[in-house]
């Protein structure tokens, strides 16, 4: 009875308990274990999207609790304190973790231990490719688009759907080679809106899917992507319903173009399949970091590894024997292209507990390829140090003033200084690309928003 009473005469004593253990609740909630965060650039494209011209701004989730209890890893996406700012925040992938060596080469990532090991290229997980790879959207306007070759009269292409009668083929692009466009990956809905050019179109890009359905004609002896990569060519064969009794499907890898040349390499399917007639079937065709893979009906059923390439030059055929095939829903993508030209660091030798962190919009990410310090050492307060950001971003020199000249600089913690000009003296620049297990915050988890009916996006996703 007295607590009833005492709850009847002291009712604000339970709404301030109930306020305080709300705003405990928030705190730990925010802190320890989920946040939300806005994506302001375009430097995940198209994993995550940050963008002012079509005002598309990815809104995420983040796990704070799991990294409390294990380390992160590699290929995971992740949250972190900037090490040359630590008032900032910045979302990157993981690509290297030491200790190890890291290196970019030919748009593609490698890994060694150390110097007794050979390098090998880096390989994604599967659910974190498919969210790498950048559909080029074939026969779009202002896209890359087919060309139906000479002798095929019966063909006709347009976007996603072919329509093959007879022997012949069909190249992509039409002219010309697959390059790292800078809009490449982005939703056709919002792609002719996005006008920025950085690096766009600068380096050819080898690894590449085919993927679509294709319904073949009771006379259809074959139907063959092939791929092509500097001299190289890679052929995946699907026999057809009118195929030889005794051909299979196939991958073959062929780097001279004499007639009756051995392969350099060939790896056949161990059982029976062929194309049936008047049914569709689901394929995929991919070179991806030196291997060539087959999928049929969503099952990888052939690979065959191939040496590096360096040359990337790349476009590829579909080629259809005998009485014809239908192919709809036919997409082609192209892998994430890193960049190591023009970018302070493309080699790292990785210490234990920190990491390497890159965009998977490699034209236009700030991350450890070009991380650096500017350090000055300022009459009366000592060295200071901040992120130094070309193009007068940091430091930057205000002119026109009264007094001359000033410099503006903006430290790790996020404080501002300036001086006169002249008045400090600037030490050697250094080389920052690691950062520190301690700083990474949390693992990004989902995008749950924008919904932009005006454009047709839904961004609802998983984050791989």
């Known amino acids: 009875m007295s607590g009833d009473g005492d709850q009847r005469k002291h009712p604000w004593r339970d709404n301030i308990e109930a306020i305080t253990m ?7 909630l925010k802190y320890f274990i989920v946040e939300a965060y806005k994506i302001p650039t375009g430097s995940m494209q198209p994993t995550l999207m940050g963008n002012t011209e079509t005002q598309v701004f990815d809104r995420i989730l983040v796990d704070k609790f799991s990294f409390h209890y294990r380390d992160p890893e590699r290929f995971e996406v992740v949250v972190f304190k900037y090490p040359l700012d630590v008032s900032k925040n910045f979302i990157k992938r993981i690509v290297g973790v030491g200790p190890e060596q890291l290196k970019v080469a030919n748009g593609d990532l490698w ?51 072919i329509t093959a009668r007879g022997s012949g083929s069909v190249r992509f692009p039409q002219s010309g080679l697959i390059t790292d466009q800078y809009r490449d990956g982005y939703p056709l809905s919002i792609r002719d809106k996005i006008v920025r050019r950085v690096g766009s179109s600068a380096h050819m890009v080898g690894d590449l899917r085919v993927r679509g359905e294709v319904e073949a004609l009771e006379g259809c ?14 052929r995946f064969r699907l026999p057809g319903p009118a195929a030889p009794e005794d051909e299979r499907p ?32 689901a394929f995929t065709a991919q070179n991806l970091d030196d291997r060539l893979t087959l999928e049929l009906e969503g099952r990888v059923v052939l690979e065959l590894d191939v040496p590096p390439a360096t040359d990337q030059s790349s476009f590829l055929f579909l080629h259809v024997e005998g009485e014809g095939a239908d192919f709809s829903d036919v997409a082609i993508a192209r892998d994430i292209f890193y960049i190591s ?17 890159l965009g998977d919009n490699t034209q236009d990410s700030s991350d450890s390829r070009e991380w650096a310090w500017r ?39 996020g404080e501002r200084h300036h001086w006169n000009q002249g008045e400090a003296r600037q030490l050697e620049d250094e080389q920052a690309p690691f950062v520190p297990r301690k700083l990474i915050t949390g693992r990004a988890v989902v995008v749950f928003w924008p919904f932009k009916w005006s454009l047709g996006l839904w961004r609802l996703r998983w984050i791989r």
Do not use: C
């Open 375 to 413: 350090a000055y050492d300022l009459p009366g307060v000592g060295i200071v140090r901040g992120n130094l950001r070309l193009n007068e971003e940091n430091p930057h020199t205000v002119k026109g003033l009264p007094g001359g000249p000033q410099v503006w600089f903006r430290d790790e913690w």
């Open 221 to 234: 002896e074959a139907v063959t992507v092939q791929l092509r990569e500097g001299d190289r060519r890679y």
């Open 341 to 357: 030209d023009s970018r302070r660091v493309s080699r790292w030798d990785i210490p234990a507990d920190h990491y390497v962190m």
């Open 250 to 281: 196939s991958i073959r890898f062929e780097r001279s173009a004499a007639l009756g040349a051995a392969p350099d390499g060939v790896v056949e399917l161990a059982e029976d399949w062929r194309l049936p007639a008047g049914r569709s079937v």
């Open 22 to 28: 709300a705003i405990i609740m928030a705190v730990m």
């Open 111 to 161: 890994r060694r231990a150390d110097e007794s090991e050979p390098w090998r290229v880096l390989r994604r997980p599967r659910p974190v490719q498919e969210s790498a790879w950048k559909e080029l959207h074939p026969g779009e306007p202002g896209s890359r688009t087919w060309k139906v070759l000479a002798g095929a009269p019966g063909w006709k292409a347009s976007k996603d759907t």
